[in-house]
C-alpha cells in the first residue's frame, strides 16, 4: 500500500519547482492533492501537466488573511478531512537591506510567515477536531544563516522555523505534528537565472556534496516527515542542504574539485 493512499493533502506554493515536486511526489503515493498557487494561470498550468484525477488546483492570494480562512473552511468542506498541510509558497526579492520599502517588507511576511500562520492555525483546528494530522513548513537554510541582499526573506523563514517549533510544543499532545524542512540551493524557476549564469556556483564551494539539490530530494524529505514512518518526528526543522552548513573548507588547496558546467 502507498504511504498516503485515502490520505488528503493540502500544498500551498504547488506550482514552483519545490512545490510542484511535493504535489507530484503526494499523487505518486496515493493521495489526494489540493493545491494552491498565486495565480489562476500557474494553476491551470499544473492541472494541465499533471492532470491527475486525484488533483485539484486552485488561486490564492497568501497576502489576504481572510482569503487564506476561507480557503481552508472551503477544503475541509470539498475533502471532508485533511490530514497533510504543506506550506512552501514562498516569495524573495534582491534588495539591500537600506533599500528594503515598507511594501516589499511587509508582502514577504505575509507570504512568507503570515500565512503559513493563518493556514496553520485553521488546519490544527480541524486537525485536532478530526483526529489528528501532520503540518510540514519550507523554511529554508536562510533561517540559520544571513544570506545577502534577503534581510525580509531571512527574517520570515527564520520565523517561520520558531513557527514550527512553538506549534509541535503546543500541539504535539493534540495529535498535531509540527516539522519543516530547510532546503539548501535547489534548482527551480525562482532561481534559474542564477543558476545559469553562475551566480550561485559559490554554493557548491561551501557545499560537500559539490552540486546543488533537485526540487525532488526536497520533497521526499516532506513527505518522509508528513509520513508515518516519522510518527516521533515533531518541532524539527531538516536542513537538505547537501552539508552545506556544516562548516567550511578553510584551506582552499583542500577544496575538493567541482564538477564542469554552470551547475
Request: glycine share 12%; charged share 15%.
Given at each position: 500500500m502507498r504511504r498516503f493512499e485515502?490520505?488528503?493533502?493540502?500544498?500551498?506554493?504547488?506550482?514552483?519547482?519545490?512545490?510542484?515536486?511535493?504535489v507530484a511526489a503526494f499523487l505518486a503515493e496515493g493521495a489526494s492533492v489540493l493545491g494552491?498557487?498565486?495565480?489562476?494561470?500557474?494553476?491551470?498550468?499544473?492541472?494541465?501537466?499533471?492532470?491527475?484525477?486525484?488533483?485539484?488546483?486552485?488561486?490564492?492570494?497568501?497576502?489576504?488573511?481572510?482569503?487564506?480562512?476561507a480557503a481552508a473552511r472551503e477544503a475541509v468542506a470539498a475533502m471532508g478531512r485533511v490530514h497533510v498541510l504543506v506550506n512552501c509558497a514562498g516569495v524573495a526579492f534582491e534588495v539591500p537591506?537600506?533599500?528594503i520599502r515598507?511594501?516589499?517588507?511587509?508582502?514577504?511576511?505575509?507570504?512568507?510567515?503570515?500565512?503559513?500562520?493563518?493556514?496553520?492555525?485553521?488546519?490544527?483546528?480541524?486537525?485536532?477536531?478530526?483526529?489528528?494530522?501532520?503540518?510540514?513548513?519550507?523554511s529554508s537554510v536562510d533561517a540559520f544563516i544571513a544570506e545577502s541582499p534577503y534581510a525580509d526573506y531571512n527574517a520570515s523563514k527564520a520565523g517561520l522555523s520558531m513557527l514550527t517549533r512553538s506549534m509541535a510544543f503546543e500541539l504535539g499532545h493534540l495529535g498535531v505534528r509540527v516539522t519543516?524542512?530547510?532546503?539548501?540551493?535547489?534548482?527551480?524557476?525562482m532561481l534559474e537565472g542564477g543558476f545559469e549564469d553562475g551566480v550561485y556556483r559559490r554554493y557548491m564551494d561551501i557545499t560537500p556534496a559539490k552540486r546543488y539539490a533537485t526540487p525532488e530530494e526536497q520533497a521526499?524529505?516532506?513527505?518522509?516527515?508528513?509520513?508515518d514512518e516519522?510518527?516521533?518526528?515533531?518541532?524539527v526543522t531538516v536542513r537538505v542542504d547537501g552539508g552545506m552548513l556544516q562548516g567550511f573548507w578553510a584551506d582552499p588547496r583542500l577544496d575538493p574539485p567541482l564538477p564542469a558546467g554552470p551547475i
Open positions: 485515502g490520505r488528503n493533502v493540502i500544498v500551498t506554493g504547488a506550482t514552483g519547482g519545490i512545490g510542484r515536486a511535493i494552491f498557487g498565486s495565480r489562476e494561470e500557474s494553476a491551470a498550468a499544473l492541472r494541465e501537466a499533471l492532470g491527475h484525477e486525484r488533483l485539484a488546483v486552485a488561486a490564492l492570494d497568501l497576502r489576504d488573511r481572510d482569503a487564506i480562512a537591506v537600506l533599500d515598507g511594501a516589499q517588507w511587509d508582502e514577504v511576511i505575509a507570504v512568507n510567515l503570515t500565512a503559513p500562520f493563518v493556514l496553520s492555525q485553521e488546519m490544527a483546528r480541524h486537525m485536532v477536531a478530526s483526529g489528528g494530522g501532520c503540518i510540514v513548513n519550507v519543516a524542512v530547510a532546503p539548501g540551493a535547489t534548482v527551480t524557476p521526499n524529505v516532506v513527505l518522509f516527515l508528513a509520513s516519522a510518527s516521533y518526528v515533531n518541532g
